[in-house]
């Protein structure tokens, strides 16, 4: 079975809701107040069952409009899902402004599929018909209801003449119709919401793409709910599921009608992000009645939603009618848009179409060099290099496969299937879930390297720089980042030693001054013996200045040259091993001593002897009992 939606287009009064109601014996207006003015405000629904072309169930469901001007926002509200439209011009009164209107909205969101429906054709003369057939052929030349792809046909709904040709019309055109994708993620923007006795929250809308299914979970965009979809029914039938293109209405636990409104979507949970910029291409029409400027107010109509817009062109300060360029909508609230979604645009006032065009992107960042080009790759609609080019725009940073589901609306598998050439070139890399830029990557290498050079240059006493410092230098993820080093490591630019990064071979490099207040302060400790001289006197005779000087101690401490055994003793390494062996002598003697045999042996003073007591106890040397130490 296929399932195709048919929208009604049109003045009013000239016989929309009429066909309808012919075709499939339901009167679309289903309002009190529309059957008593006898005009249509709001959208009205219907739908048929027909053979199609090769035999197979056809359901056509109608979405019917309202002609009268003042409701054009809610005619833009249904027009969104149309697969085929039928054009509606009485023969009685031939083109007016309102089939204006309608067709230019037609054209604007790409309708590509349509028949010109010629009614009251029993209120005319064959002469005047012919006239008004001429006259809309002229109008619909170079158009997508041109004939003879889109057919002209005369009908009354009053006698019922022209019906089955009308009919058969319709099979033909909706055998050209692409069927709408039901693999795609599901959207469905609603239409209407109200309470069925016994049912509750009752949502209805065209459903755009994908597949929704009874007990699904959906988030409700912009509010970020969560409604489950207690049943399903669609075209009136309760089933399991709908599909895309098919008039479907939903039965909704979690939600009462205050949640939801017209102009609301439903999607997958936790898929998309809501968004109040978007850049877009927009056209301006040629009956447009003055250029449009940036930062003017327009009315922005896209799906079901309407909104009051600010609007700022990319590349030029104002639109001439008939032109086009890229410009981005800022809205007033979250809306969830995608790429490809069609819009109109509305003057402020006085309120009449005056263009529209196609989202090109629905997460933009904040202005950017070659923002323009980017917006031209996307506009040019090929998948691989816009997902090339979304990646590319996050430089290092990378994106998730949510990240880009949620920014292209594409799935998983199609999005898999475009970026696998780019991660096979390595044009694009894989780091854990993210996709990288292979130049961006590259770039972030060299200014790792960089880096670690200049941390080099200015510390050339530390071994290198801790990669936590050097991560936050390069403003990296920690995976990215890691990912960085390895390859870079790999190939022999750099080296990690622990928790350090640095350049290979580049351990400490010593200035000569350096390197002589090095040798000043080593041999001075060595010559002291355990008569060692205060530190701060040592690093006051140096030619280098105090804070240097400080390092030198910590390099030569780190590298066991120097020991400190307290807060203020520091000795060579020399001077403790020649204590060790002086103890080790003594032991041969005695196997006990006191603090005075200890002084009278090492010839150091009390303020000497206890640390260092302390220290050959730490080191297993002796062991203190009461007042005397054994010596171990
Ligand atoms: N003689 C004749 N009258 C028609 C025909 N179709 C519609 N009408 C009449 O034209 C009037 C308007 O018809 P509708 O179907 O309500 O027109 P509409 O285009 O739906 O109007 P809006 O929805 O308000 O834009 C009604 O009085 C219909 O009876 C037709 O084929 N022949
Ligand atoms: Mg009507």
Partial sequence: ?????????????????????????????RLEEEKRRGITIDLGFAHLDLTGAGGESLHLGFVDVPGHERFVRNMLAGVGGVDLVLLVIAADESIKPQTREHFDILQLLGVQRGITVLTKSDAVDAETLD???????????????????????????????????????????????????????????????????????????????????????????????????????????????????????????????????????????????????????????????????????????????????EIAFHGVKQLTPGSRAFARIKLPGAALLLPGDRFIIRQFSPVVTIGGGTVLDAAPVPRMPGHEAFLQLLAAGEPASILQARIARRGHNGMTMSRLIAETGWTNNFIESQVAKAVKEKVALRIGDLFVDAPAIAGLQQAIVNSVEGFHR??????????????????????????????????????????????????????????????????????????????????????????????????????KILVKISDELVFHRSALEELRRLVMTQKTKSSKMDVAKFKELTGVSRKYAIPLLEYLDREHVTKRIGDTREIL
């Fill in 1 to 29: 079975m296929k399932s195709i939606i048919v929208g009604t287009a049109g003045h009013i009064d000239h016989g929309k809701t009429a066909l309808v109601k012919a075709l499939t014996g339901i009167d679309a207006d």
């Fill in 131 to 309: 006239v008004v057939r001429l006259e809309v052929e002229e109008f619909l030349h170079g158009t997508f209801l041109e004939p003879p792809k889109g057919p002209i046909v005369a009908v009354s709904s009053l006698t019922g003449a022209g019906l089955d040709d009308l009919k058969r019309a319709m099979v033909a055109a909706a055998a050209e119709v692409q069927p709408r994708d039901s693999k795609a993620l599901a959207r469905l923007p609603v239409d209407r919401v109200f309470t069925m006795k016994g049912f509750g929250t009752v949502v209805t809308g065209t459903l755009m793409s994908g597949t929704i299914h009874r007990d699904e979970v959906l988030e409700v965009f912009p509010t970020g709910r969560r409604v489950r979809v207690r049943g399903v029914q669609v075209h009136g039938q309760a089933g399991d599921a709908a599909v895309a293109g098919q008039r479907t209405a939903l039965n909704l636990a979690d939600a009462s009608t205050e949640d939801l409104s017209r102009g609301m979507i439903l999607a997958p949970e936790s898929t998309f992000t809501a968004a109040r910029r978007v850049d877009v291409q927009l056209s301006l029409l040629s009956s447009a009645p003055r250029p449009l400027k940036s930062r003017a107010h327009i009315h922005f109509h896209a799906n079901t939603m309407e909104a009051v817009a």
């Fill in 458 to 559: 200015k510390n050339s006493l530390v071994g290198g720089i801790a990669r936590e410092a050097l991560r936050e230098q390069v403003k990296a993820s920690t995976d990215v980042f890691t990912a960085c080093l390895d390859l870079l490591a790999r190939e022999k630019k750099i080296e990690t030693v622990g928790d350090l990064v640095r350049l290979p071979g580049r351990g400490v490099v010593m200035k000569d001054e350096e390197a002589e207040s090095k040798k000043k302060i080593e041999d001075g400790f060595a010559a002291a013996g355990l008569k060692v001289p205060a530190l701060h006197e040592v690093i006051a005779g140096l030619k280098v200045d105090k804070s240097r000087a400080q390092k030198i101690v910590t390099l030569l401490l780190r590298d």
